[in-house]
T-cell receptor
Framework: TQLLEQSPQFLSIQEGENLTVYCNSSSVFSSLQWYRQEPGEGPVLLVTVVTGGEVKKLKRLTFQFGDARKDSSLHITAAQPGDTGLYLCAASRSNDYKLSFGAGTTVTVRA | DSGVTQTPKHLITATGQRVTLRCSPRSGDLSVYWYQQSLDQGLQFLIQYYNGEERAKGNILERFSAQQFPDLHSELNLSSLELGDSALYFC?????????????FGEGSRLTVL
């Protein structure tokens, strides 16, 4: 079983629409990261959230860490074709240095 | 460009063979991670090294082994290859071993086992 469950698996929207991607777990994390991966490339870090309830904004992207530090969401406002990619959440348990990734959400933004 | 270099980019081989994937981390990074990415399994953690020592291990098969050398480059050895080993293998590096540090990924080595 996956440590991190991401939903939805696939998301296809029109340019200008908003979208939200979720990352859930039954485990508590000391921190959680979001990465984006484009075809033919490795994942690239978008943000790290550390504090329960924390909200971070990166231009049109808003990241939230759940109060209990078990879940997170990524919201994109007015999506653009350049936002197309595989969005991955990643986290480590408090007693483990291993960084595990969710299965990812494939986002396609149509022009 | 993440600064992490992986070679080869593509590799095609036959079942039963052995291959070695190479990774040069970003300058100054002491930690190296190996991940396997396939369509059905997603990005799976294999193993992590810090300054030459193994620090964490994932579900790495016994047919696979890795090491980090004194110059900090790392190699992942895959032996007795099976069809199911076909995947993208990523190397990532980070400055330290902490959980909040950013991982910088290479472009991956695509392995095809025929």
């Amino acid at each position: 079983t996956q440590l991190l469950e991401q939903s939805p698996q696939f998301l296809s929207i029109q340019e200008g629409e908003n979208l939200t991607v979720y990352c859930n777990s039954s485990s508590v994390f000391s921190s959680l990261q979001w990465y984006r991966q484009e075809p033919g490339e490795g994942p690239v870090l978008l943000v790290t959230v550390v504090t329960g309830g924390e909200v971070k904004k990166l231009k049109r992207l808003t990241f939230q860490f759940g109060d209990a530090r078990k879940d997170s969401s990524l919201h994109i406002t007015a999506a653009q074709p350049g936002d197309t990619g595989l969005y991955l959440c990643a986290a480590s348990r408090s007693n483990d240095y291993k960084l595990s990734f969710g299965a990812g959400t494939t986002v396609t933004v149509r022009a | 460009d993440s600064g992490v270099t992986q070679t080869p980019k593509h590799l095609i081989t036959a079942t039963g063979q052995r291959v070695t994937l190479r990774c040069s981390p970003r300058s100054g990074d002491l930690s190296v991670y190996w991940y396997q990415q396939s369509l059905d399994q997603g990005l799976q953690f294999l193993i992590q090294y810090y300054n030459g020592e193994e620090r964490a291990k994932g579900n790495i098969l016994e047919r696979f082994s890795a090491q980090q050398f004194p110059d900090l480059h790392s190699e992942l050895n895959l032996s007795s290859l099976e069809l199911g080993d076909s995947a993208l293998y990523f190397c990532a590096s980070s400055v330290a071993v902490g959980r909040t540090g950013e991982l910088f990924f290479g472009e991956g080595s695509r392995l095809t086992v025929l």
